[in-house]
């Protein structure tokens, strides 16, 4: 058995597990049919190939830097060409539609399982056959997605050991430099004798089939746990020497 790590973060990141039609929304944080579908793209698997071997694999993700929700309203004209004046001439109005996406969000996805299927993809990843994108096409990621792989370990414990991976402007924002731990939160494929600390949710994000005629996808218990880490930023708070405190100490 082996983790695999990935670093999740780009200007925007987009996971949908119940979108319909014109309102596109995302998850909070990455989906397993997502991920799924960055990893089979490094592997140059095509949306009529079957993933069943990487749905076997247990999926966790870890909230490091949570983002902002944004939406984005968009708007779409059909086209024809015009002959004589030689241009496209726009027509009828399509539907309105409303995408959310997740804004300087950071996650840690792993995958645990089969270690040859966790090496073999680790080497996709460091030369993907197709382009990796966070959810949608319109989000690249900023950074190598490869965070890893961790032997002989479980994925609670990979994800609550590798170090906290916000950004600096982050920390600084939120005055978090005065912490000298942090506490994030995992959400997890839920397993036969494992309860977890928080609640349960199900969740339809495991894909069955990525065809884009007939996608399916079906369900997932989805656990929720905390894990403390600590916290590189970390300044303790200066104390301002007092020479009065110093005079009183030799006289008494």
């Known amino acids: 058995m082996a983790v695999l790590l990935l670093k999740l973060a780009g200007p925007l990141q987009s996971w949908g597990s119940n979108s319909r039609f014109t309102e596109r929304k995302t998850q909070h944080e990455p989906t397993k049919s997502g991920v799924i579908g960055l990893v089979a793209a490094a592997l140059g698997r095509r949306r009529k190939d079957p993933v069943n071997d990487l749905v076997s694999l247990r999926f966790g993700v870890r909230i490091d830097q949570?983002?902002?929700?944004?939406?984005?309203?968009?708007?779409?004209?059909?086209?024809?060409?015009?002959?004589?004046?030689?241009?496209?001439?726009f027509k009828d109005s399509l539907p309105l539609s409303h995408r959310f996406y997740l804004s300087d969000a950071i996650f840690i996805a792993a995958f645990e399982g089969d270690s040859n299927l966790v090496?073999?993809?680790?080497?996709?990843?460091?030369?993907?056959?197709f382009p990796l994108f966070l959810g949608r096409r319109s989000c690249p990621p900023s950074c190598k997605v490869l965070l890893g792989i961790e032997e002989h370990a479980t994925l609670l414990e990979t994800l609550s050991s590798v170090p906290w991976q916000a950004t600096d402007s982050y920390r600084h924002r939120w005055n978090i430099r005065e912490k000298e731990e942090i506490k994030l939160e995992i959400l997890y494929d839920k397993?036969?004798?494992?309860?977890?600390?928080?609640?349960?949710v199900v969740q339809q994000d495991v894909p069955v089939a990525f065809s884009q005629t007939y996608r399916?996808?079906?369900?997932?218990?989805?656990?929720?746990a905390t894990t403390t880490v600590k916290n590189p930023s970390y300044k303790p708070q200066r104390i301002e020497h007092d020479p009065l405190v110093t005079i009183d100490e030799v006289m008494s």
Do not use: I, M
């Open 191 to 200: 397993g036969f004798d494992d309860y977890g600390e928080g609640y349960d």
């Open 119 to 129: 090496h073999t993809c680790a080497e996709a990843l460091e030369h993907p056959v």
């Open 216 to 224: 399916q996808y079906s369900w997932r218990t989805v656990s929720h």
């Open 66 to 89: 949570p983002g902002t929700y944004e939406r984005d309203f968009q708007t779409e004209h059909t086209r024809t060409w015009d002959k004589e004046a030689k241009c496209w001439v």
